[in-house]
């Protein structure tokens, strides 16, 4: 048996908890600050950082708590290492570190987004190799696993993320902070009427929505000069149908050419329902390759998916001493840089 | 102040001129970035990120607000595009006397941050992928530096 404790603080979150076997989770606590940054429109640093500082000690010992253990039973401390703010990180593996430190337990320091396809262990047994398709406010990628701790990078965003872009268009609509649920939203009741060009990338498994969203705020440039009205909905419907037309594009190419066992998403922009029902839809003609898709409260950020695939790196003896420190720009292991 | 005017035709061009500033530029040197969102902000500072000799692709900061990548010297990426009407200690300030070339987005935003001595960029969108690109040299060095447009 195995218990780990994990710490997530790389953004919004200060979430803490414990995961059995790296698939049971006994408890998982997270408290948002989404609310405050509602307000600026946008994440801020220094209140995020001192959130997280407020939070964490009350989230460490609430999930200790509920899982009905003490320190004795934890075998190791996973924690995001990176990437994500810097403040933010800080006040994380500042708190692994004491804990680790305090009881004389190992420290396994974790990569953000392998936390975001081990969510997925929580839904079903991974089978490798797998694809996952992580989507993000900071991530756009695709990245292939021929085993369990071994991760490929084969394509990824060649300037900003896909959650950016929904953002930055929300900001353009006037439409608030977070930008995904609302354009979602709003999609439902638009039509894809307005003509959005689909940006080339670098390579054919690569991604870009910087393009996207320049020809979005052009379009509501151009309108408003000429004292049309833009209809908030279709031109988020057609937002939303090309930027998602990309990902699931470039998804198929790579199931096609990889042939995985397993599909996964990831990533907060994976709780967004049109690219739920897309990716169903067609992977329907791929037999061959399981699609798991998250449950929502697995795609936002928690610390339990940092347990999940800290239980992995554990298992492998990937465990770092005390002079860690956060990383804002860590590469994923295996990255090619 | 030594100012300098030059147009691009794509994001090519704009990347080559980027390029071609930070190969010449001294460590601890900081530019600004100006333009609105689309002007081809990130995209120069890919250009930078090559003429430094780093391999990795630069991509937006917005979402972390400060990226590094190892090059020649250290590049410092900030993007202050969020932190609009917010005054507030990020601790970003140690990257800007780090030996390492810094280039920040959305400057305007972060006022406490800019040192007396920079280069201030600022594109605008021409037509559909022609910028021009102004470049004011605020210190010596960074007036010697446009010379690599000469």
Same mark, same amino acid.
């Given at each position: 048996?195995?218990?780990?404790?994990?710490?997530?603080?790389?953004?919004?979150?200060?979430?803490?908890? &414990?995961?059995?076997?790296?698939?049971?989770?006994?408890?998982?606590?997270?408290?948002?600050?989404?609310?405050?940054?509602?307000?600026?429109?946008?994440?801020?640093?220094?209140?995020?950082?001192?959130?997280?500082?407020?939070?964490?000690?009350?989230?460490?010992?609430?999930?200790?708590?509920?899982?009905?253990?003490?320190?004795?039973?934890?075998?190791?401390?996973?924690?995001?290492?990176?990437?994500?703010?810097?403040?933010?990180?800080?006040?994380?593996?500042?708190?692994?570190?004491?804990?680790?430190?305090? /009881?004389?337990?190992?420290?396994?320091?974790?990569?953000?987004?392998?936390?975001?396809?081990?969510?997925?262990? /929580?839904?079903?047994?991974?089978?490798?190799?797998?694809?996952?398709?992580?989507?993000?406010?900071?991530?756009?990628?695709?990245?292939?696993?021929?085993?369990?701790?071994?991760?490929?990078?084969?394509?990824?965003?060649?300037?900003?993320?896909?959650?950016?872009?929904?953002?930055?268009?929300?900001?353009?609509?006037?439409?608030?902070?977070?930008?995904?649920?609302?354009?979602?939203?709003?999609?439902?009741?638009?039509?894809?009427?307005?003509?959005?060009?689909?940006?080339?990338?670098?390579?054919?498994?690569?991604?870009?929505?910087?393009?996207?969203?320049?020809?979005?705020?052009?379009?509501?440039?151009?309108?408003?000069?000429?004292?049309?009205?833009?209809?908030?909905?279709?031109?988020?419907?057609?937002? !939303?149908?090309? @930027?998602?037309? !990309?990902?699931?594009?470039?998804?198929?190419?790579?199931?096609?050419?990889?042939?995985?066992?397993?599909?996964?998403?990831?990533?907060?922009?994976?709780?967004?329902?049109?690219?739920?029902?897309?990716?169903?839809?067609?992977?329907?003609?791929?037999?061959?390759?399981?699609?798991?898709?998250?449950?929502?409260?697995?795609?936002?950020?928690?610390?339990?998916?940092?347990?999940?695939?800290?239980?992995?790196?554990?298992?492998?003896?990937?465990?770092?001493?005390?002079?860690?420190?956060?990383?804002?720009?860590?590469?994923?292991?295996?990255?090619?840089? | 102040?030594?100012?300098?005017?030059?147009?691009?035709?794509?994001?090519?061009?704009?990347?080559?001129?980027?390029?071609?500033?930070?190969?010449? @530029?001294?460590?601890?040197? &900081?530019?600004?970035?100006?333009?609105?969102?689309?002007?081809?902000?990130?995209?120069?500072?890919?250009?930078?990120?090559?003429?430094?000799?780093?391999?990795?692709?630069?991509?937006?900061?917005?979402?972390? %607000?400060?990226?590094?990548?190892?090059?020649?010297?250290?590049?410092?990426?900030?993007?202050?595009?969020?932190?609009?009407?917010?005054? !507030?200690?990020?601790?970003?300030?140690?990257?800007?006397?780090?030996?390492?070339?810094?280039?920040?987005?959305?400057?305007?935003? &972060?006022?406490?941050?800019?040192?007396?001595?920079?280069?201030?960029?600022?594109?605008?969108?021409?037509?559909?992928?022609?910028?021009?690109?102004? %470049?004011?040299?605020?210190?010596?060095?960074?007036?010697?530096?446009?010379?690599?447009?000469?």
């Amino acid at each position: 048996m195995t218990m780990i404790l994990a710490i997530e603080t790389s953004c919004d979150e200060t979430a803490c908890a &414990v995961v059995k076997d790296g698939n049971e989770i006994l408890s998982n606590i997270v408290s948002s600050q989404i609310n405050v940054h509602t307000l600026y429109g946008g994440v801020v640093p220094e209140v995020a950082s001192r959130i997280h500082v407020e939070n964490i000690s009350a989230v460490i010992s609430e999930a200790v708590r509920k899982a009905g253990v003490t320190m004795a039973d934890i075998d190791a401390i996973a924690y995001t290492r990176g990437p994500g703010l810097i403040g933010s990180l800080h006040v994380g593996v500042q708190a692994a570190k004491t804990l680790a430190w305090t /009881f004389h337990k190992p420290l396994v320091p974790v990569h953000h987004l392998t936390g975001h396809i081990y969510a997925n262990a /929580f839904v079903t047994d991974l089978k490798f190799p797998l694809l996952a398709l992580v989507v993000s406010g900071g991530h756009t990628e695709l990245v292939r696993m021929k085993d369990d701790w071994s991760f490929e990078v084969l394509g990824s965003t060649m300037d900003d993320a896909i959650g950016e872009a929904y953002d930055k268009v929300a900001r353009v609509l006037d439409l608030g902070y977070p930008g995904g649920p609302v354009i979602d939203r709003m999609a439902k009741t638009g039509q894809p009427l307005y003509r959005l060009p689909q940006p080339k990338a670098a390579g054919e498994l690569d991604f870009s929505f910087s393009g996207l969203k320049t020809a979005v705020l052009q379009l509501v440039d151009r309108e408003r000069r000429h004292g049309n009205e833009v209809k908030a909905e279709d031109l988020a419907c057609s937002f !939303q149908e090309t @930027a998602l037309r !990309q990902l699931i594009s470039r998804t198929l190419k790579a199931v096609e050419e990889y042939k995985p066992a397993m599909l996964v998403l990831a990533g907060g922009v994976a709780a967004n329902s049109r690219l739920r029902q897309m990716i169903t839809e067609e992977m329907a003609a791929y037999p061959d390759t399981e699609l798991v898709i998250p449950p929502m409260w697995c795609c936002t950020d928690n610390a339990a998916m940092i347990g999940a695939a800290g239980t992995v790196a554990w298992k492998h003896g990937l465990t770092g001493d005390l002079s860690a420190a956060a990383d804002p720009a860590l590469e994923m292991p295996g990255e090619k840089s | 102040m030594k100012k300098l005017v030059i147009y691009t035709e794509n994001a090519e061009e704009t990347r080559a001129a980027g390029a071609k500033l930070a190969a010449a @530029a001294e460590p601890n040197m &900081v530019f600004l970035m100006k333009g609105d969102l689309g002007a081809g902000k990130t995209t120069m500072t890919q250009g930078m990120a090559r003429g430094l000799g780093i391999a990795r692709h630069v991509t937006s900061p917005t979402f972390n %607000l400060l990226k590094i990548y190892k090059g020649r010297m250290p590049l410092y990426h900030i993007d202050a595009y969020r932190l609009e009407g917010v005054s !507030q200690d990020l601790g970003f300030e140690e990257f800007l006397n780090d030996d390492g070339l810094t280039v920040i987005e959305w400057s305007q935003f &972060v006022p406490d941050l800019i040192p007396e001595e920079h280069l201030s960029i600022s594109l605008h969108l021409e037509a559909e992928d022609r910028r021009r690109i102004e %470049l004011e040299a605020s210190g010596e060095a960074y007036e010697k530096l446009l010379e690599v447009f000469a």
